[in-house]
């Protein structure tokens, strides 16, 4: 039977290989990954987990679940040598937000405070946001950054002994530079006391888990007590989640996820998890995550070179937010992001640090260059990018 469906996926093809793809959180997935994700694991039904619990119990709901309990034993063995780790790991969220929800409610109840990033400074949507769950739910209080645009870890220590938080939460949407995970550490532990046990500490890593795991970034592992991400943004993996924690807390987080706020899991997207994980442990896997950051840095100091402002003055990982306030005052994020959609470049508008407009205007734009280096693109080719955006804001008429 024909459907009208593949002409929307028809053209949504030709946007992808037409337009240079800069938005941070993207990227493009291999053949394989495309194939698993479109394969019959899509029927199964797979209530539970594979693997023997403390219950001693194989903790399965359906019949018939063998290929994809040895499915997804496969891909738990797969991320924990991604990440060279003996923490448990539960590769059933299907997103990022689905992984902080079960984070969260793994170890502290509704009411319990948890100190995130501001959101104004990258923080993410789930760390707090009064539209979202984690707003709603939970009291947050929050850590800022400097007037550079640095995470301000004094500021962090600060608000620990001041308000006590059940959870100190790391991790950003918006942050260019490396995230101390070691200082926090120290940081947690300085503050604890007889009468205020050290909080956990979460690390959502949802943006730079690829370039942890290609060597790019200071990892999370034995420093976190829960590490949460996404796999399909420089992990260049499905759309979806992956949990990690200290082995002493599997039950826990595994309780979250199911009963707790999932039910079966998606055993097709976890088929290509595991292929992304296949692909992260290969040879090429640690030169493309070296490569990003390179292309980053090259893209960045490029736009300083023509004048412009970026947050923190450049960059260590994926991405940079040009701050157009400080050199286009009329020139908002929104009117750059739809100028660029005009030209096929695309991007988003963001909020700077000390942003003075509302969120769908914004004084700012992310970009970033994990998508368009799976594409084959080299320094040279981000400075051109560089060039012909600098070309199309001076034609804008500001
Ligand atoms: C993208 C992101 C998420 C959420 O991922 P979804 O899969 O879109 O739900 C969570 N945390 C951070 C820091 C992110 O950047």
């Known amino acids: 039977m024909e459907s009208k469906v593949f002409e929307f996926i028809a053209k949504e093809q030709e946007r992808q290989d037409r337009n240079i793809e800069l938005i941070a959180s993207e990227n493009f997935v ?8 479109g394969s019959c694991f899509t029927n199964k039904y797979c209530e539970g987990y594979p693997y023997v619990r403390t219950t001693g119990r194989k903790g399965r709901y359906y019949g018939g679940t063998m290929y994809a309990d040895e ?23 299907h997103s990022g937000s689905q992984a902080n929800f079960a984070a969260y409610m793994s170890v502290i109840k509704p009411g319990d405070t948890i100190l995130a990033m501001n959101l104004d400074n990258g923080g993410h949507l789930t760390h707090g946001s009064s539209v979202n769950f984690s707003g709603k739910l939970y009291d947050m209080q929050f850590y800022g950054v400097d007037e550079n645009g640095f995470i301000d870890y004094e500021d962090m220590e600060k608000k620990i002994k001041e308000f006590r938080p059940a959870i100190v939460l790391a991790g950003a949407s918006a942050y260019s530079r490396i995230i101390k995970f070691d200082l926090i550490r120290e940081i947690i532990d300085r503050c604890a006391t007889e009468d205020y046990p050290a909080p956990y500490f ?14 790019a970034h200071p990892s999370p592992f034995g420093l976190a007590d829960i590490i949460t991400t996404t796999t399909h943004k420089t992990l260049r993996g499905p759309r979806g989640g992956l949990i990690f924690c200290r082995p002493e807390l599997a039950n826990k987080v595994d309780g979250a996820i199911f009963p707790g706020s999932q039910g079966g899991p998606l055993m097709h997207v976890i088929a290509g998890k595991a292929i992304c994980a296949e692909e ?29 402002h970026v947050v923190t003055g450049g960059t260590d990982n994926h991405l940079f937010l040009l701050d157009l306030s400080k050199t286009h005052p009329t ?14 470049i695309t991007l988003n508008k963001n909020c700077v640090p000390g942003e003075q407009r509302k ?33 199309i804001i001076k034609a804008m008429d500001l």
Not at 30 to 37: F, G, P
Request: charged letters at 25%.
């Open 30 to 37: 291999s053949e394989n990954i495309l194939k698993a994700v």
């Open 331 to 344: 020139l908002t994020g929104k009117m750059l992001q739809e100028e660029l959609d005009k030209h096929h």
């Open 71 to 93: 499915l997804e034993e496969y891909c738990c063995d797969l991320w924990k040598k991604v990440y060279n780790t003996d923490y448990h790991v539960n590769v059933q969220p």
């Open 280 to 308: 992260a442990l290969s040879p090429d896997y640690k030169e493309y995550a070296a490569n990003v950051v390179k292309n980053s840095k090259a893209m960045c100091e490029e736009f300083i070179k023509m004048g412009y």
């Open 202 to 215: 979460v690390v959502d890593m949802a943006h730079i888990a690829g370039l942890i795991a290609g060597g």
């Open 359 to 391: 969120p769908a205007e914004t004084s700012g734009v992310r970009v970033g260059t994990a998508a368009m280096t799976t594409k084959g693109w080299k320094e040279a080719d981000f400075i051109e990018a560089a060039k012909k955006i600098d070309a």
